[in-house]
């Protein structure tokens, strides 16, 4: 196994405006990490944590506005940012979105597997170049617990973080023998705008525990369920027989 201890002073964020992406960034700032490239399609709020980046931490950053769901984005040539080197690469992009809507309406079904699947897909390719993987560098891609067993509930988003899974597993073992690391994060529940109403509280863990849980470890590499608690949890789940896994 390759190991490398590389600081992260230079990041490259898809999905920047996330809960937990703004609060890797906070917590990498802190630590002395000098330039974060952040992508995002809120313009607004992208800015406001490129300011507070720039003014609390003095960090350099730079912007660029990106939707996942523009079918318009397909060619790796069309992104210059990508031309530097990071020495982490976070893609925490993605979306819910409407599970009830999407079982009816063909256009949200795609919306939902574009935002956290096939959209990702030319930043993924973009990242993961030949030349790259020879050099160390970290990509940490966010996928979900949601990936481990279809639920009735949302299986669309279920299915995309599993193919965006299997898809960085690949992307994992190419990377044996690589100074590249390639970590898989199957996040369960974390407290933010997307899972509020959606989630039970209990089990929202805040974004800045997840945070500090990646970067006590920076050199990990495969695939581990954040918080930890979520492994035996998924483990047990997908145990579980059809009549009852129905009911999830």
């Known amino acids: 196994m390759y190991k490398h201890h590389q600081s992260i002073e230079k990041v490259f964020v898809l999905g920047s405006t996330s809960t937990v992406a703004a609060a890797i960034c906070r917590l990498l700032a802190q630590r002395g990490c000098q330039h974060f490239h952040l992508v995002a399609r809120n313009d607004v709020a992208n800015q406001q944590l490129a300011s507070e980046l720039q003014e609390r931490y003095g960090a350099e950053v730079s912007l660029e506005s990106c939707d996942l769901l523009s079918p318009e984005f397909t060619h790796p040539s069309q992104l210059p940012a990508l031309a530097r080197t990071y020495d982490l690469y976070l893609i925490a992009a993605g979306a819910l979105g409407e599970a009830e809507q999407a079982r009816q309406d063909p256009a949200e079904a795609w919306r939902i597997t574009a935002a956290n699947y096939s959209g990702l897909l030319p ?108 492994s035996p949890i998924m483990a047990l789940i997908r145990c579980l027989p059809p009549s009852l896994a129905c009911r999830l």
């Open 123 to 230: 930043w993924l390719t973009a990242i993961c170049t030949p030349e790259r993987l020879r050099q160390p560098g970290r990509l940490w891609v966010f996928s979900s617990v949601a990936a481990d067993r279809g639920r009735p509930s949302n299986y669309h988003y279920g299915a995309a973080k599993a193919a965006l899974t299997t898809f960085c597993e690949g992307l994992q073992l190419r990377c044996q023998g690589k100074p590249f690391a390639v970590r898989i994060i199957k996040a369960g529940f974390m407290a933010s705008p997307m899972t509020q109403g959606k989630a039970p509280a209990i089990l929202c863990a805040s974004p800045e525990s997840v945070a500090k849980a990646l970067l006590r470890r920076p050199n990990r590499r495969g695939i581990e369920y954040l918080p930890w608690w979520w």
